[in-house]
C-alpha cells in the first residue's frame, strides 16, 4: 500500500511520488537493485567529482545516502515499536563535512550502502502491515512506518536522478 498523504510531512512529497511500486517492501528491493546497478556504472575515477564548486562530490552524494538510511530505519524501528518521543530532524551538511571520505573507494561505499539496505529490507520484512501504518513524530511532522520506507526509496530515486542531470551529463 502506498502512504497516504496525511501520514507524512510535505516534505517527504519530493520522495514519495517518485517511488512507481506500491508495496513498500518490492519497493525497497527494487530499489535497491536500481541504486547498484546505477553507481555501479560510474567509474571509480569520478568518485570525487562534484559538478561545481562546493557541491557534493559522487562518493558524498552515495555517503549521504547511507547515513539518511540509517537515521530513517531507526526512525521506522521506533515508530514501529510505538515510541511516542519526538525525534529531531537531522541537518545533513555536518554529516556530510564528517564523513572523512578521503581514504574510501566508490567501491567500498557502494557495498556500504548494499549492506545498509540489507538490513533496512530485513528490518521492514519484520513489520507487520499494523506496524507499518504506526506514526511518530519526526522534527518534519508525523510520519508512518510505510510512509519512511518510500521516502527512503524515494531519496535514493530523487539523488540518483541528480547525479545523472548535474554529473553525468554529456
Known amino acids: 500500500m502506498r502512504p497516504a498523504k496525511d501520514t507524512y510531512p510535505i516534505y517527504y512529497e519530493n520522495y514519495i511520488p517518485l517511488v512507481k511500486q506500491n508495496n513498500i517492501k518490492g519497493a525497497l528491493l527494487e ?10 556504472s560510474i567509474p571509480e575515477n569520478l ?3 562534484a559538478y561545481e564548486k562546493g557541491k557534493w562530490t559522487i562518493k558524498e552524494v552515495l555517503n549521504h545516502l547511507i547515513d539518511t538510511e540509517r537515521i530513517f530505519s531507526y526512525r521506522s524501528l521506533r ?11 537531522y541537518d545533513q551538511d555536518p554529516y556530510v563535512a564528517n564523513a572523512e571520505l578521503e581514504g574510501r573507494t566508490l567501491k567500498d561505499l557502494i557495498h556500504e550502502f548494499e549492506t545498509v539496505r540489507k538490513a533496512t529490507i530485513s528490518l521492514f520484512n519484520g513489520f507487520s502491515n499494523d ?30 536522478n541528480v547525479i545523472k542531470e548535474r554529473y553525468l551529463k554529456k
Open 79 to 89: 515508530f514501529a515499536r510505538k515510541d511516542a518521543q519526538l525525534l529531531p530532524s
Open 31 to 40: 530499489n535497491e537493485k536500481e541504486t547498484l546497478n546505477f553507481f555501479n
Open 47 to 49: 568518485g570525487d567529482f
Open 131 to 160: 506496524a507499518l501504518l504506526r506514526i511518530g513524530l519526526t522534527g518534519a511532522g508525523r510520519a508512518s512506518v510505510n510512509a519512511i520506507g518510500f521516502t527512503i526509496c524515494g531519496h535514493a530515486i530523487h539523488h540518483i
